[in-house]
């Protein structure tokens, strides 16, 4: 079954280490996204990439990083320059072009901590 | 950007009884794409109906219903014969026909189901 597969689950930061979350999806997507979810809030976009080797900023980029190699993978690190990490991160993906009514489907997600 | 309202943060529903939740958009295309999302406490997001802008016809899917009126950029959902296993966050989403690619969320309501 084609899916997006997030991990780990959980994970636990220290001051001043950049961590990494792995996005996977066997979907055939082009375009991937990176959401933050903060407790009872909604969903703010982190970066979004529509090809291999070309991603953007959304709204909260400080802090983030992002790689695009493969297209079947968008990985997100954390790095220690984001000083509050602590939240649940989704990732998604979706097909690509014009009057495309393709939802977005989602990873169960990653919840980030910091020890 | 476009910008998507949901005005109510939480709701409560009796079992068994019809509830209503709303959400307003705001934008200048005329194709587009709006997407209900139920997130329950597992985090899970999952798709709950679309809606095509050009579509004057009302999307249904089972107990779940919308009421699209595109002059007034208005699209709620409505659940009829509420079940426990509707408590949830749910978002309204809405996505461009033209650039296709971004996704516009609105911030959540949280639906209460009482028994």
């Known amino acids: 079954d084609g899916g997006i597969t997030q991990s780990p689950k959980y994970l636990f930061r220290k001051e001043g280490q950049n961590v990494t979350l792995s996005c996977e999806q066997n979907?055939?997507?082009?375009?991937m996204y990176w959401y933050r979810q903060d407790p009872g809030q909604g969903l703010r976009l982190i970066y979004y990439?529509?090809?291999?080797?070309?991603?953007q900023k959304g709204d909260i980029a400080e802090g983030y990083s992002v790689s695009r190699e493969k297209k079947e993978s968008f990985p997100l690190t954390v790095t220690s320059a984001q000083k509050n990490p602590t939240a649940f991160y989704l990732c998604?993906?979706?097909?690509?072009?014009?009057?495309?009514?393709?939802?977005?489907?989602f990873g169960d997600g990653t919840r980030l901590s910091i020890l | 950007a476009q910008t998507v309202t949901q005005s109510q943060p939480e709701m409560s529903v009796q079992e068994a009884e019809t509830v209503t939740l709303s959400c307003t958009y705001d934008?200048?295309?005329?194709?587009?794409?709006l997407f209900w999302y139920k997130q329950p406490p597992s985090r899970q997001m999952i798709l709950v109906i679309r809606?095509?802008?050009?579509?004057?016809q009302n999307a249904t899917e089972n107990r779940f219903s919308v009421n699209f009126q595109k002059a007034a950029k208005s699209f709620s959902l409505k659940i009829s014969d509420s079940q426990l296993g509707d408590a949830a966050m749910y978002f309204c989403?809405?996505?461009?026909?033209?650039?296709?690619?971004?996704?516009?969320f609105g911030t959540g309501t949280s639906l209460t189901v009482i028994p």
């Open positions: 998604a993906s979706s097909t690509r072009g014009h009057y495309s009514n393709q939802p977005q489907h």
């Open positions: 979907l055939n997507h082009d375009a």
């Open positions: 990439s529509q090809i291999v080797n070309d991603f």
């Open positions: 934008t200048s295309e005329s194709d587009y794409y």
């Open positions: 809606q095509e802008a050009y579509k004057q």
């Open positions: 989403a809405y996505r461009s026909a033209g650039t296709g690619n971004q996704f516009y």
